[in-house]
T-cell receptor, first 114, second 110 residues
Framework: DAGVTQSPTHLIKTRGQQVTLRCSPI?????VSWYQQVLGQGPQFIFQ???????GRGNFPDRFSARQFPNYSSELNVNALLLGDSALYLC?????????????FGQGTRLTVV | GQQLNQSPQSMFIQEGEDVSMNCTSS?????WLWYKQDPGEGPVLLIA?????ELTSNGRLTAQFGITRKDSFLNISASIPSDVGIYFC??????????FGQGTTLQVKP
């Protein structure tokens, strides 16, 4: 079975631009979460979506938004990019919304803002 | 953002040695997870722990869920060069949100 897939793998954007990152969860998984990982740190929670609804949001500005589609895939959008948005963006899928189910991560999208 | 206290920050050991790292929090968690991340890749799940006091093994890896539910440790026995990487602990309280430690960078000298 395919794991969590993310696209693109690498991206370079200019300050002020907008970016859309994509994620396809493991088959049968209904929950998708997004994390930002800055170099040298652990991942930071951005959003969780379950059954196409936002179920959790981390401490990120409104420039960050996301959605989940009927097939459970998800997009993360970031508007008005700042240099500080440069990071590895990780998508994780899990079978359920909570109850401590394991989260499996994709390989990430490396975003560089110049 | 909130992170767990993970130690040590880095380790440089000889091949064949055992390794121990731990993670502590001021808050209780319902689940503890341990991940390994290689450069340019996403974290890979190693062990999941669901009950206080639980001790779980995965090959040469052993992890425990602390009885206070505020800590967890990971042991690697007889380290080998492919154990090199960054190890992260993550806690979960019953929602999908994971809170990560800062990571332990492991280097193994052949």
């Amino acid at each position: 079975d395919a794991g969590v897939t993310q696209s693109p793998t690498h991206l370079i954007k200019t300050r002020g631009q907008q970016v859309t990152l994509r994620c396809s969860p493991i088959s049968g998984h209904k929950s998708v979460s997004w994390y930002q990982q800055v170099l040298g740190q652990g991942p930071q929670f951005i959003f969780q979506y379950y059954e196409k609804e936002e179920r959790g949001r981390g401490n990120f500005p409104d420039r960050f938004s996301a959605r989940q589609f009927p097939n459970y895939s998800s997009e993360l959008n970031v508007n008005a990019l700042l240099l500080g948005d440069s990071a590895l963006y990780l998508c994780a899928s899990s079978r359920d919304r909570d109850r401590g189910r394991e989260a499996f991560f994709g390989q990430g999208t490396r975003l560089t803002v110049v | 953002g909130q992170q767990l206290n993970q130690s040590p920050q880095s380790m440089f050991i000889q091949e064949g040695e055992d390794v121990s790292m731990n993670c502590t929090s001021s808050s209780i968690f319902n689940t503890w997870l341990w991940y390994k991340q290689d450069p340019g890749e996403g974290p890979v799940l190693l062990i999941a722990l669901y009950k206080a006091g639980e001790l779980t093994s995965n090959g040469r890896l052993t992890a425990q869920f602390g009885i206070t539910r505020k800590d967890s440790f990971l042991n690697i026995s007889a380290s080998i060069p492919s154990d090199v990487g960054i190890y992260f602990c993550a806690g979960q309280r019953g929602t999908g949100k994971l809170i990560f430690g800062q990571g332990t960078t492991l280097q193994v000298k052949p």
